[in-house]
Each structure stands twice: as C-alpha cells, then as structure tokens.
C-alpha cells in the first residue's frame, strides 16, 4: 500500500483529544490556503452514521467478526463516498481514526488474527494508506476519566482498562513497525502544545 500525500489521520485511545487536534490542523492549513476535508470512523458517511450507532451502542452484545466486518462496511463507503474522491480533487483529507484502529482495537485488543485484517485492508481499500499518522498517546486511565467528565461512554468507554491497555500497546507496536508513517504525540499536553507539535511534524514531514 502506498502513502498518498493529501491524505493524513489521527489515532489514538479513548480520550486523546483526536476530534480537537483534527479541527485545529485543518484550521492551520485553510489558512495557509489548503482545501481541507475533515472526516471521521466510524461514521464519515450517511450510512457509516448508521452503522457508528450499531457499532456504538453499549446494549449491543456483538460478536468480534461481525464488528470487525461492520468497521470495514464503514470503512469501504468512506474511502468511495469521501476519502477517494476528496484526494483526487486536490484536498487534503484529515480523518479521525482509519485501519490502525482496526488494528489496534480488532486486532491487538480483541484478538483477531492480524492477517485477516491485512488481507480486508488489501480488499477494501487497494494501494493507499495516510502519508501521516499522528498517534496521540496517553495514559488509558486518563483518557477514560476525560471522556467519562465528557459523558462519553459508548459500547467501547465501557470495556476494562486492560482491553484499552492492549488497544494502547497495540498503537505502540504499529508506530514501531512503521516510523515513517506514524509518529507518537504526547496527548497529556495542553491542546496548544499538541497542535504545535503536530505542525512542526507535518512541516518537516512534507519538505
Ligand atoms: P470515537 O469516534 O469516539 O473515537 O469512537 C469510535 C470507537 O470505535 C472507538 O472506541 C474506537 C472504535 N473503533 C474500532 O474499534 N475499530 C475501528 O476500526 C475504528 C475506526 C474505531
């Protein structure tokens, strides 16, 4: 899979702060005169919104495959519907969460076989994957009392600290693999601090 220029994403675990440092980049480079698309998974489309809430839900006792199918339904009309169409058009596409989070949260943390989510990434989205991958990186226990203060509390909010803890390492060990691509950012910094870090990196990434 190549990397595609236009095209950045933001990972991270439950309570990094991913949704604000999306909205401040993409504020920085309108400014600096880039078209920017901000997009989010799940739910970047009109039915990706329908399959977030049944993804979502806390009641829904899902099996692993069929969650791991879901994210891909989601995953095959955002790059069709947005992501595809977006980049060839010339703008910049900023997305909160794509396939690391599939590789954390199925793979590492649910334990699904990581060559499957390969083979489906191979499948659904042929030939390109982000230029750039900020990982906001956090202690677990943090991020879940932010989101708790925040009333967030999904399907995932309320799995134990040791599933987000694998999440965590999970992230650890894709931004090992690929260092080019990935770079760690600390979250536990105020939201300025991240946001001029992340330019920094997205400056020297680019030149
Ligand atoms: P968020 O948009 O609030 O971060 O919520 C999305 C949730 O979905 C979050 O708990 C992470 C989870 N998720 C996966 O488990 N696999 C995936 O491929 C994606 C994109 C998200």
Redesign the pocket.
Known sequence: MSRVKGFISFEGI?GSG?STQVKALAEHLRAKGHNVIET???GGTKIGNKIRKL??EPGNHMDPMAELLL?YSDRAQHVREVIYPAILDNNIVIT???ID??VA??GYARGIDLGLINTLNNIVIPDMKPFLTFLLDMDVEEGLRRNRRAQ?E?R??LETVEFHNRVRKGFHQIAYEEPERIKIVDASLSVKEISRKVIEILEKSWH
């Open positions: 439950e991913k989010v998974e799940p993804l979502l994210y909160d969460r794509f989070s599939t949260y199925q967030k999904d995932f909010e």
